[in-house]
């Protein structure tokens, strides 16, 4: 079984950054981000695969960066320029094959202030 532990999430103001970090308990082909607002449903933001492929959702793309750490099994989301509407929570997603998202962690809240 895999877990992913995420964490920093918190409360800034618009126009603030925030980096997010989830850490798996093994390497894993593909790492990445979604997020769930209110009454919406869960979205893509970001992927990365062990290769450095990288995928971004258009909402994101050019204030959110996502990078990794094969070696601590970790994958970060750097997020700038942060608007009201990013905020949601935040869910670390993890494949072991590509093209599947198996894995999940428990979420961390993201809140950004008008």
């Known amino acids: 079984q895999v877990q992913l532990v995420e964490s920093g999430g918190g409360l800034v103001q618009a126009g603030e950054s925030l980096r997010l970090s989830c850490a798996a308990s093994?390497?894993?082909?593909?790492m990445g981000w979604y997020r769930q607002a209110p009454g919406k449903q869960r979205e893509f933001v970001a992927r990365?695969?062990?290769?450095?492929?990288?995928n971004y959702a258009a909402s994101v793309k050019g204030r959110f960066f996502i990078s990794r750490d094969n070696a601590k099994n970790t994958v970060y989301l750097q997020m700038n320029s942060l608007k009201p509407e990013d905020t949601a929570v935040y869910y670390c997603a993890a494949g072991s094959v590509p093209g599947i998202m198996n894995y999940w962690g428990q979420g961390t809240q993201v809140t950004v202030s008008s």
């Open positions: 093994r390497n894993l082909f593909s």
């Open positions: 990365m695969s062990s290769g450095g492929i990288t």
